[in-house]
């Protein structure tokens, strides 16, 4: 089985300041993640994922996440965070061994509410 | 938000009522997905299909039935609905598995859902 914790509902940040949002993984193998990015009565939209290589990723809009697979973490970050920013994000999770249908399954966590601060 | 459009993105029906939502990509994927997103919930995948076959069918009430009939063009049939199936129902696709870029889903705006 494989599955996301995203332990914080909502973070608040001062415009300007790094931003963090939290995500821990499980996964019985080696993992895909990614994070997405909800901006309100809009859709998911893809900001970065971790296949394999690097484990510092960078994605769209300044952001950044990095794997750490002792820590089972792919935590996104931002050093400077903008009012613009603020929204609902997701980080979400496959498990590299599954095959077949389950290469479908993509677990997502419960999301963490950004908000940036003027 | 062309690449994955959805339809109707509001529809408030009855619980004897019958409506289908729509789900169309221009990105030239091959596989599709219907997800359910409730409030303080974590995304639910409901059906998955690759080259217009079902792959996936995580438990979900017979209320629901999709149909895909091209690999453009995702539907999503409601039929006697409940109140607690009011949600936003959100529609992604992706390359088929082992594809070019296949593990990314892209996703539409959703269609706002709500069950009287």
């Known amino acids: 089985a494989q599955s996301v914790a995203q332990p914080e509902d909502q973070v608040n940040v001062a415009e300007g300041n790094p931003l963090t949002v939290k995500c821990t993984y499980s996964?019985?193998?080696?993992?895909?993640l990614f994070w997405y990015v909800q901006y309100p009565n809009r859709g998911l939209q893809f900001l970065l994922k971790?296949?394999?290589?690097?484990?510092l990723v960078k994605g769209s809009y300044g952001f950044e996440a990095e794997f750490n697979k002792s820590q089972t973490s792919f935590h996104l970050k931002k050093p400077s965070a903008l009012v613009s920013d603020s929204a609902l994000y997701f980080c979400a999770v496959r498990d590299r061994a599954y095959s077949g249908a389950g290469s479908y399954q993509l677990t997502f966590g419960k999301g963490t509410k950004l908000s940036v601060i003027p | 938000e062309t690449g994955v459009t959805q339809t109707p993105r509001h529809l408030v029906m009855g619980m004897t009522n019958k409506k289908s939502l729509k789900c169309e990509q221009h990105l030239g994927h091959n596989a599709m997905y219907w997800y359910k997103q409730s409030a303080k919930k974590p995304l639910e995948l409901m059906f998955v299909?690759?080259?217009?076959?079902?792959?996936e069918n995580n438990s979900v009430p017979s209320r629901f039935s999709p149909e895909c009939p091209n690999s453009s063009h995702l539907f999503l049939h409601l039929h006697t609905l409940q109140p607690e199936d009011s949600a936003l129902y959100l529609c992604?696709?992706?390359?088929?598995?082992?594809?070019?870029?296949?593990?990314?889903?892209?996703f539409g705006p959703g269609t706002r859902l709500t069950v009287l």
């Open positions: 996964v019985s193998g080696n993992p895909y």
């Open positions: 992604a696709s992706s390359q088929e598995a082992g594809g070019p870029g296949w593990d990314t889903q892209y």
């Open positions: 299909y690759s080259l217009e076959e079902r792959v």
């Open positions: 971790y296949i394999t290589g690097d484990n």
